[in-house]
């Protein structure tokens, strides 16, 4: 069983599209993330929820914007895409209080903006 | 704040020599350290995690890493490369805000060689 999921695994639309990619879990944690994978492969934070409590909101534009509709989903909203959105985001989950720093990832969604 | 920096973007070696990747840190507190290994166009995989237990910490498929807290360091090593090691590496700290906020490096591309 995949722990942690991410739907669709890829993404291509047009510039000023909205999309969302959807991220579940069944590891039973109760704080999720959200990463940004640019083209040299650097690896960021977006947002983490916790008990679906948003905790972590790193900067990002007013564009994204994450629901937790449950501990064990982290959906992520993107409008008015644009070209500089392209890139492989990651969802992960880990427990808060034993071993809380261990978060475990999913395959990841690639998004190609045209 | 916390931060990593990994010394060598790519590193190559030919299959059955040892493989050195190394990682300085910095951080005002006792840090979580991790290895986390990106194979290609996949999600990412927890190598191994330094949390002050032990300074020598062994991780999965014979990787190993060493905290020296006098050099601020945390290489990751191994005596054998296999073909299947070939991936993206990234050392990673946690953020000391108990938020389990992750902070990665650069990563280092690794080569094995036949």
């Known amino acids: 069983d995949t722990a942690v999921s991410q739907t669709p695994k890829y993404l291509v639309t047009q510039m000023g599209n909205d999309k969302s990619i959807k991220c579940e879990q069944n590891l039973g944690h109760d704080t999720m993330y959200w990463y940004k994978q640019d083209s040299k492969k650097f690896l960021k934070i977006m947002f983490s929820y916790n008990n679906k409590e948003l905790i972590i909101n790193e900067t990002v534009p007013n564009r994204f914007s994450p629901k937790s509709p449950d501990k064990a989903h982290l959906n992520l909203h993107i409008n008015s895409l644009e070209l500089g959105d392209s890139a492989v985001y990651f969802c992960?989950?880990?427990?808060?209080?034993?071993?809380?720093?261990?978060?475990?990832f999913g395959p990841g969604t690639r998004l190609t903006v045209l | 704040a916390q931060s990593v920096t990994q010394l060598d973007s790519h590193v190559s070696v030919s299959e059955g020599t040892p493989v050195l990747l190394r990682c300085n840190y910095s951080?005002?507190?006792?840090?979580?350290l991790f290895w986390y290994v990106q194979h290609p166009n996949k999600g990412l995989q927890l190598l191994l995690k330094?949390?002050?237990?032990?300074?020598l910490v062994k991780g999965i498929n014979g990787f190993e890493a060493e905290f020296k807290k006098s050099e601020t360091s945390f290489h990751l090593t191994k005596p054998s490369a296999h073909m299947s090691d070939a991936a993206e590496y990234f050392c990673v700290v946690s953020d000391s805000s108990n938020t389990g906020k992750l902070i990665f490096g650069q990563g280092t591309t690794l080569q094995v060689k036949p």
């Open positions: 951080s005002s507190y006792s840090p979580s």
């Open positions: 992960a989950s880990s427990q808060v209080g034993t071993d809380t720093d261990t978060q475990y």
């Open positions: 330094y949390t002050s237990a032990a300074t």
